[in-house]
């Protein structure tokens, strides 16, 4: 008995892995948020939209759960409000990992949408291997040739679907700056190389992206109260630190 409870110790010890520094995740949150009703320690849920690879494991899976939680929500003034979010967990395959993340980029609903949709309204007749589409930032993927081309000149692939693979682009003055996970291509959907911040949710702006103490608390902040409807896309970075 006690020979088997060590050995199902050591399995759950070696089925536990921590996503590794840098490593950018794509996540659809189908939880809506909304800072006067979320309450601490809501659970949320997403989506992995992309296959991810990894450094050290097997790639994550596109449509992998990612689950997290409210950490806080508060209102400020009449109508100003605060909104804490974490991510917590990535569950593929019957394995669990561990995720410490900063928030790069956050889009709405809409805004994602609109990245999947031809530039070109009257290409929405072709077949959508043949479309136009412009990534939320800018970037456009010209999918007849399988290509993403950013207005920093940097160039990706488009790998079929929403997937795009393609070299972030830092940006001190907007939050995302150098370090881990610039160095080669990335995972991104429906995001452009240079994307961050927030887009297509008005008066909404990340107060902290997660990546200083404490590390992995995602905060929005706005004058009015925040409403989010499910299918938001955030584009994370795994983090040091728990």
Not at 80 to 94: C, H, P, T, W, Y
Not at 96 to 118: E, G, H, K, W, Y
Request: charged share 20%; net charge positive.
């Amino acid at each position: 008995m006690t020979r088997f409870l060590l050995l199902l110790f050591f399995s759950s010890i070696a089925a536990a892995q921590v996503l590794p520094l840098g490593t950018v995740v794509p996540v659809m949150l189908d939880s809506p948020l909304n800072a006067s009703k979320s309450q601490s320690d809501k659970k949320i849920e997403g989506r992995v939209m992309q296959d991810v690879l990894v450094v050290g494991m097997d790639r994550i899976r596109e449509r992998s759960r990612i689950t997290g939680h409210i950490v806080s929500a508060t209102k400020l003034g009449n109508s100003g409000s605060n909104l804490a979010v974490k991510f917590d967990v990535i569950q593929d395959r019957g394995r669990r990992i561990s995720i410490t993340a900063a928030l790069l980029a956050f889009a709405s609903d809409n805004a994602v949408s609109d990245a999947q949709s031809p530039i070109n309204l009257t290409s929405d007749r072709d077949p959508m291997t043949q479309w136009t589409t412009r990534q939320v930032g800018g970037d456009v993927v010209a999918r007849s040739r399988g290509t993403v081309g950013s207005k920093e000149g940097i160039s990706g692939t488009w790998l079929g679907g929403t997937s795009v693979s393609i070299k972030l682009t830092p940006n001190r003055k907007a939050g995302c700056p150098d370090g881990p996970g610039y160095e080669g291509e990335q995972a991104v959907w429906v995001f452009s190389s240079s994307a961050c911040g927030v887009y297509g949710v008005k008066d909404v702006k990340i107060e902290s992206t997660g990546a200083a103490a404490p590390f992995g608390n995602i905060v929005l902040s706005s004058p009015r109260n925040i409403s989010v409807r499910g299918g938001s896309g955030w584009l994370l970075m795994a983090v040091a630190g728990k």
